[in-house]
């Protein structure tokens, strides 16, 4: 079976320069390539569909791609371990060169067509949220019960660091600073 990711460039390729925009849907990971992200990163869920809309452009030797990815992600807050999800919505600008071509910056093609799978892998995962949040005011749980902090209040004490106690100890007396 051949990637969804195939887009043909034969026309654009006879005729340079010239461009076509290309608007397509797919499975993001239709071959069980990636294994899972670990449960605390930003991961795309399986049989997500990833939306690609791109103007591909022609040029002497290759193919400019210019456009948008976009794809579902889901993940754990980091402050408080619910479920969260969302959107990556990544603007791509690159390069796709004739694999006889030598060019470390760009991606590699043969023949009359692009696979731009490598391309929308690279941009999706670049975006995705490392450690992601529910929401930036998220509280968190509570280090000694454990309540989330965003549903419920507790009444536990941050324990002291025994390297510091001692300076609970001290006091100020606020008369004999003034007379300095």
Not at 81 to 89: E, F, K, N, Y
Request: charged share 30%; net charge negative; with cysteine.
């Amino acid at each position: 079976m051949g990637s969804p990711f195939l887009v043909p460039v034969a026309a654009l390729r006879r005729d340079i320069p010239s461009s076509s925009t290309v608007s397509f849907e797919a499975p993001f990971d239709a071959d069980a390539e990636f294994s899972p992200r670990p449960a605390g990163e930003g991961d795309v869920p399986a049989g997500a569909v990833v939306h690609v809309d791109v103007r591909l452009a022609s040029f002497s030797g290759g193919i400019s791609v210019r456009g948008r990815v976009t794809c579902p992600w889901v993940g754990r807050c980091r402050r408080c371990s619910r479920d969260v999800a969302g959107t990556v919505d990544v603007t791509v600008d690159e390069r796709f060169v004739e694999a006889t071509r030598a060019d470390d910056e760009a991606y590699r093609y043969e023949g009359d067509t692009i696979d731009l799978a490598p391309l929308v892998h690279d941009a999706v995962f670049l975006e995705l949220p490392l450690t992601p949040l529910c929401r930036e005011t998220c509280r968190g749980l509570c280090v000694q019960c454990g309540i989330d902090l965003n549903d419920d209040t507790c009444e536990c004490q941050a324990p002291v660091d025994p390297r510091w106690a001692k300076l609970t100890e001290l006091r100020f007396d606020e008369d004999s600073s003034e007379s300095r």
